[in-house]
């Protein structure tokens, strides 16, 4: 599993006292508001950056670092991703999981015929969808949805999936 998780993207600057426009990256950008600091960067000795104000702007968050007064401080951040520890992330209901630990899981159906890799998830407006790299080169799409998403198995790295009539045809 990872150790940090990312929740945002330095777009650019914000103003002239050092602010600065993040992307978030996460479902809820309203949870900056709870964040008392964030990572610069996913190393062990990556820096902490302390938030003094959080703003809201369209779908954009605008961050105030207690570490960073001017624009011209700020500026050489830009393009630099954010990250939380898993402390500080925020708490998943049962049947969530962050989508870093788990793409590269390997995912198999019932029958243990059909096997592959979790790629990437892609997230639409109803459900999630899963990106499978198959065993024999194609590609599956599956929804996140209970008739699909049998066991999610951290210990041993499997997904167990149900492959619904359809889903592989093409």
Do not use: W
Not at 127 to 134: G, K
């Amino acid at each position: 599993m990872e150790e940090f998780l990312q929740v945002g993207v330095i777009t650019s600057t914000h103003g002239v006292r050092g602010e600065v426009k993040v992307f978030p990256t996460t479902d809820d950008a309203k949870r900056f508001s709870k964040l008392k600091e964030v990572l610069l960067g996913e190393e062990y000795d990556a820096p902490v950056l302390h938030i003094e104000g959080v703003k809201y702007h369209k779908n954009m968050v605008i961050l105030k670092f207690k570490e960073y007064g001017s624009l011209n401080e700020i500026e050489k951040l830009k393009g630099k991703p954010l990250f939380v520890t898993r402390k500080n992330a925020v708490k998943l209901s049962k049947d969530e999981y962050f989508v870093a630990d788990l793409i590269g899981m390997r995912v198999v159906d019932e029958a243990k015929q059909i096997g592959g890799v979790l790629k990437d998830v892609m997230q639409t407006g109803a459900n999630d969808v899963y990106i499978i790299d198959l065993d024999d080169n194609r590609e599956l799409l599956l929804p996140a949805i209970k008739d699909c998403i049998l066991n999610v198995d951290f210990v041993n790295g499997i997904i167990q999936i149900n492959i619904l009539e359809g889903l592989l045809e093409g």
